[in-house]
């Protein structure tokens, strides 16, 4: 439409937009959805180099509300991982986005999701946390607080798996948090996980109105807006703006990411660094204990190489290669299995 905004590949927003939703009126997923779209207009990404991937679960609808122009599959329930695993390899020009839930990935799919992580897979990695099942009656999930309410009444006592920790102990490469309320620091944060290559896992709280809302829940939208605790304000600045930050030294933080792109930490909090798995994990252990959510860039390691790079993989994603280069000939099977009887 004339006037409309438009990116650098010559996008407006609208052509980053999917199906109509059909989760719950007020879904902190559509929430989400609303910050994903933001985040690949911004950084002009084409939203026909994409793969959408997810599992079964409220959030695992939601890649048909977005990047209606992207390729998608949407697997079983908390195979999502083993999927993002599979079409990295196959095909490692695309530009790959998972979205899964708490259950679809702390429950039945965290075997997936630990290897997934521990080898470092190119993704940006999207659990819609809201501590229930929301499809099958509000029953806690594995991250549900230790003595949050159900809406019926019972009480968890069951400490909750925090994923952010549960992936910086995994080796992921790009650890955050953040609310699905707060659009101007979930884009940011998703726009630096898209310019990183490794896994990238981004917790985001995202209240259930259904199931989830109620006096007594610590994931309900008036006790998660109680409890937050940004340890940063975030700014995304893609590589090719040619833009200088003025800060004082000690205030804020650049961190650079692979392509050239900077993710800006306004630090709230003093001293805190995301490149120290240490403090990563003490400030997270520190935020339980005060019964708060932290947010923001918790850890960051820029050194680790993606697993493609570490396979050592051609330059041709495998799925555009050939039969005849995928199946080596007879002669040199032989060849190869002789030196095996040697």
């Given at each position: 439409?004339?006037?409309?905004?438009?990116?650098?590949?010559?996008?407006?927003e609208k052509d980053?937009?999917?199906?109509?939703?059909t989760?719950?009126?007020?879904?902190?997923?559509?929430?989400?959805?609303?910050?994903v779209?933001?985040?690949?207009?911004?950084s002009?990404?084409?939203?026909?180099?994409?793969?959408?991937?997810?599992?079964?679960?409220?959030?695992s609808?939601?890649?048909?509300?977005?990047?209606?122009?992207?390729?998608g599959?949407?697997?079983?329930?908390?195979?999502?991982?083993?999927?993002?695993?599979?079409?990295?390899?196959?095909?490692?020009?695309?530009?790959?986005?998972g979205?899964?839930?708490?259950?679809?990935?702390?429950?039945?799919g965290?075997?997936?999701?630990?290897?997934?992580?521990?080898?470092?897979?190119n993704?940006?990695y999207?659990i819609?946390?809201n501590?229930?099942?929301?499809?099958t009656?509000?029953?806690?999930?594995?991250?549900?607080?230790?003595?949050?309410?159900?809406?019926?009444?019972?009480?968890?006592?069951?400490?909750?798996?925090?994923?952010?920790?549960?992936?910086?102990?995994?080796?992921?490469?790009?650890?955050?948090?953040?609310?699905?309320g707060?659009?101007?620091?979930?884009?940011?944060?998703?726009?630096?996980?898209?310019?990183?290559?490794?896994?990238?896992i981004?917790?985001?709280?995202?209240?259930?109105?259904?199931?989830?809302?109620?006096?007594?829940?610590?994931?309900?939208?008036?006790?998660?807006?109680?409890?937050?605790?940004?340890?940063?304000d975030?700014?995304f600045?893609?590589?090719?703006?040619n833009?200088?930050?003025?800060?004082q030294k000690?205030?804020?933080?650049?961190?650079?990411?692979?392509d050239g792109?900077?993710?800006?930490?306004?630090?709230?909090?003093?001293?805190?660094?995301?490149?120290?798995?240490?403090?990563?994990?003490?400030?997270?252990?520190?935020?339980?204990?005060?019964?708060?959510f932290?947010?923001?860039?918790?850890?960051y390691?820029?050194?680790?190489?993606?697993?493609?790079e570490e396979l050592n993989?051609?330059?041709?994603?495998?799925?555009?290669l050939?039969?005849?280069?995928?199946?080596?000939?007879?002669e040199?099977?032989?060849?190869?299995?002789?030196?095996?009887?040697?």
């Open positions: 439409m004339a006037g409309e905004k438009t990116n650098r590949v010559n996008l407006t980053y937009e999917g199906g109509v939703s989760m719950c009126r007020g879904c902190g997923h559509d929430a989400i959805s609303a910050s779209m933001r985040a690949f207009f911004e002009s990404v084409d939203p026909r180099k994409v793969i959408k991937l997810s599992g079964i679960g409220c959030s609808k939601t890649p048909a509300y977005f990047l209606g122009q992207s390729f599959f949407n697997g079983v329930h908390g195979r999502m991982s083993a999927l993002a695993t599979g079409a990295n390899i196959a095909n490692h020009s695309l530009i790959p986005i979205v899964s839930g708490d259950g679809d990935t702390a429950a039945i965290l075997g997936n999701f630990c290897h997934m992580v521990r080898r470092n897979i993704l940006t999207i819609e946390n501590g229930v099942y929301g499809l009656k509000g029953q806690f999930s594995a991250t549900a607080d230790k003595g949050s309410v159900m809406k019926g009444g019972k009480i968890n006592d069951i400490p909750a798996i925090d994923i952010c920790e549960l992936a910086i102990i995994l080796g992921a490469t790009y650890v955050a948090r953040s609310f699905s707060d659009r101007k620091q979930l884009a940011p944060l998703i726009q630096g996980s898209l310019a990183h290559k490794g896994t990238a981004l917790d985001v709280i995202s209240p259930c109105v259904t199931f989830n809302n109620h006096e007594g829940s610590t994931k309900s939208l008036k006790y998660v807006k109680g409890h937050l605790d940004p340890i940063h975030v700014d600045i893609p590589s090719y703006e833009i200088d930050v003025d800060y000690g205030t804020d933080q650049a961190v650079e990411l692979h792109s900077r993710i800006i930490l306004h630090k709230l909090s003093d001293n805190y660094d995301p490149t120290s798995r240490m403090q990563a994990l003490q400030t997270i252990h520190a935020a339980v204990a005060e019964g708060k932290l947010t923001g860039l918790i850890y390691d820029p050194n680790r190489l993606e697993f493609a993989l051609c330059e041709t994603p495998l799925a555009e050939g039969q005849d280069l995928l199946q080596p000939p007879a040199l099977l032989d060849k190869i299995n002789a030196n095996f009887m040697k």
